[in-house]
């Protein structure tokens, strides 16, 4: 997975090809239309009030559409918004935001910084929009009470094969940690989270971290319904279970364990403030007004929101969790 997605000018995120919005293989909310960031503009504003104002960092921009879409809301907001920060670590990527972003009269100053850095005088908003359901995981399997690691090997022909090896310990220990008792049964691991928490944590001095992915619960996770797992792959708006084809040029995502994210919040001395489904996220943030302001009858608009509302599309796989540094007042 970190290979095929992050190896330099053949991963997914570091060749030329174009893999997001119409023309690639997968749209973030921000490309879809204008209810998610609006209901976002929301929250930003009365979180940088409550900081008597601040920057907004976003990591991993994808084409830039959130940051425009955002800066546009805060602007008629009158969001006390110091500046925009883009920390993206795709030069490909990169290039597509700053080409898109040329071209609109924003009122705000974005800069482009390449690595997360630690910096204790910046007060803010930090936004991470469907960024960990790409970190690479582990794979185990549990086959006859007999729990394994799964790597991938190439067999006699050259092709590519899941293997099974000795599982290592830290893997061990974790799942013991869950308390996993199902047989017969695969899954991932994203042992990345607890540190990048931590990192993400101290670009800040005091604020408020927002991440918005595709996930569950651990409960819900690690659930018997879910035993194959939830790695997916992604290819011109068509999933596709099958990693092994498209290499580089097809997304490969898995899902978050949210659980892992609180227990990392919590590790990390911050100030846990809220965790929502994403069609309770609209409801506090008066879904009802938005809808009358852009024509209730929008075809477009009304598609939207039955995307995010709904529990068999967005509306609870998708998920919001916020917390603080330095500051636990509610949002």
């Not at 992050?6 to 909310?29: A, M, P, V, W």
């Amino acid at each position: 997975m970190k290979i095929c997605l992050y190896e330099k000018k053949l991963g997914y995120y570091s060749n030329k090809i174009i893999n997001i919005g119409n023309k690639g293989d997968y749209t973030t909310f921000s490309e879809m239309g204008i209810i998610f960031t609006n209901c976002l503009s929301l929250n930003i504003n009365k979180a940088l009030n409550l900081l008597n104002g601040g920057y907004i960092i976003e990591i991993g921009a994808g084409t830039g559409m959130l940051a425009y879409k955002l800066l546009k809301e805060c602007y008629k907001l009158k969001t006390k918004c110091k500046g925009y920060k883009i920390i993206e670590i795709s030069e490909k990527l990169k290039k597509i935001q700053k080409k898109f972003l040329k071209k609109k009269n924003l009122q705000y100053k974005i800069e482009w910084i390449s690595k997360l850095k630690k910096n204790v005088d910046i007060t803010g908003i930090i936004i991470c929009n469907e960024v960990i359901d790409a970190f690479p995981n582990y794979a185990f399997s549990i086959k006859n009470k007999k729990l394994s690691e799964k790597i991938i090997t190439l067999n006699n022909f050259n092709y590519f094969q899941w293997s099974i090896i000795k599982i290592k310990k830290n893997l061990i220990k974790y799942i013991n940690y869950i308390n996993l008792k199902s047989n017969n049964y695969e899954s991932e691991i994203n042992l990345l989270i607890f540190p990048w928490i931590k990192k993400i944590s101290s670009i800040i001095n005091r604020g408020y971290i927002f991440i918005f992915d595709y996930g569950y619960t651990r409960k819900e996770y690690y659930n018997y319904i879910r035993k194959e797992g939830t790695i997916m792959c992604h290819y011109k708006h068509y999933a596709i279970k099958n990693i092994f084809i498209n290499k580089g040029t097809q997304d490969i995502t898995c899902h978050v364990d949210f659980t892992s994210i609180y227990e990392s919040i919590k590790l990390n001395n911050m100030n846990y403030i809220k965790f929502e489904y994403l069609s309770k996220f609209f409801f506090k943030n008066k879904i009802k007004k938005l809808i009358k302001q852009y024509n209730k009858n929008n075809i477009k608009t009304n598609k939207e929101i039955n995307k995010f509302m709904f529990p068999q599309e967005m509306g609870e796989v998708f998920k919001i969790i916020c917390y603080g540094k330095n500051i636990n007042k509610k949002i």
